[in-house]
């Protein structure tokens, strides 16, 4: 199964850890692949470095997050340009779920990308709600 997640549970997961333990969850799970692109780390590094997060995180704590993403992050080249996110800023998420084939988009981000509930017949999804999917198969 393949999976894109946004940004929002990212995030959600460096600073809360009720998120965090969520999130292993898909992590550890070796029959999960999760793309990315260069757009998706980059964006996890400037909002983590936002001065609002320091409360929760230091610098060296969410560049330790990253990293350890890295290994398990599937990279995938974007080709296609998309305009369908409520929110212009998400639409290189659509499209690389669209390239890569994803079988769910994973975010928190309402409204936005859940408002749009399906893209390209990919279901949007919240991070709890692929858990029970997970859980079922």
């Known amino acids: 199964m393949k999976v894109v997640i946004d940004t929002t549970d990212y995030i959600s997961a460096l600073i809360g850890k009720t998120h ?40 060296e704590e969410a560049d330790l997050f990253i990293n350890s993403l890295k290994w398990r992050l599937k990279p995938i080249i974007i080709t296609s340009h998309v305009e369908a996110s409520p929110d212009p800023d998400d639409n290189f998420i659509l499209a690389l779920a669209k390239d890569g084939q994803a079988d769910f988009i994973i975010t928190g981000d309402k409204p936005g990308l859940l408002d749009l509930k399906v893209f390209e017949n990919i279901p949007i999804v919240r991070l709890q709600a692929f858990l029970d999917i997970l859980e079922k198969q």
């Open 20 to 59: 965090r333990a969520k999130l292993e969850r898909v992590l550890l799970n070796e029959g999960v692949q999760i793309l990315a692109d260069i757009t998706l780390l980059e964006e996890i590094r400037d909002v983590a470095y936002r001065d609002k997060f320091r409360k929760y995180i230091s610098i």
